[in-house]
T-cell receptor
């Protein structure tokens, strides 16, 4: 049981490049989330997926797209990276009922 | 809009001391409140979750309390150890299935 896994762990991009951050969970959770964490800003929700086949915008969705590929996987895509997207990105999944969130180890992204 | 504040932003204590971390939120109509621990360069680990109908939760040396009417929660750490050094974040959920709103965290250092 690996919990929530994220790839890659580190990434450096040039402005305008695109990339996809991958997230997978093996806990059979319905809901999955993408957050970014920035100094002085805390964690902010980018997108979430309440269940397979559905996605919704969070607090800061501009510049991002997501895909809920199946129940296990939820990917985050940057189509044209900007320096303002330099951040640490966390994926999380949630078990309904107690609503406890489980987080992945994060992806540290730098956009030059 | 829900806002979550954590005071102090940083705390340094000698080993063995009992300590309290504070979390306040502006809208008392919450579903639950969760305390997380984050080690440097790592993801978030859930410590305690308090449902809106509960007053406190305990796990080992940790005790979290919730006072919805005043919009406050405290995390009490007994007999602190150097291994407790980390950033502690609280987050509130307003309804089942809604997103978490995070505070910016308290960075705790326990000195040997």
């Amino acid at each position: 049981n690996a919990g929530v896994t994220q790839t890659p762990k580190f990434q450096v991009l040039k402005t305008g490049q695109s990339m996809t951050l991958q997230c997978a969970q093996d806990m059979n959770h319905n809901s999955m989330y993408w957050y970014r964490q920035d100094p002085g800003m805390g964690l902010r929700l980018i997108y979430y997926s309440a269940s397979e086949g559905t996605t919704d915008k969070g607090e800061v969705p501009n510049g991002y797209n997501v895909s809920r590929l199946n129940k296990r996987e939820f990917s985050l895509r940057l189509e044209s990276a900007a320096p303002s997207q330099t951040s640490v990105y966390f994926c999380a999944s949630i078990i309904q009922g107690p609503d406890t969130q489980y987080f992945g180890p994060g992806t540290r992204l730098t956009v030059l | 809009k829900q806002e979550v504040t954590q005071i102090p932003a940083a705390l340094s204590v000698p080993e063995g001391e009992n300590l309290v971390l504070n979390c306040s939120f502006t809208d008392s109509a919450i579903y639950n409140l969760q305390w997380f621990r984050q080690d440097p360069g790592k993801g978030l680990t859930s410590l305690l979750l308090i449902q809106s109908s509960q007053r406190e939760q305990t796990s080992g040396r940790l005790n979290a309390s919730l006072d919805k009417s005043s919009g406050r929660s405290t995390l009490y750490i007994a007999a602190s150890q150097p291994g407790d050094s980390a950033t502690y974040l609280c987050a509130v959920k307003e309804t089942s299935g809604s997103r978490l709103t995070f505070g910016e965290g308290t960075q705790l250092t326990v000195n040997p």
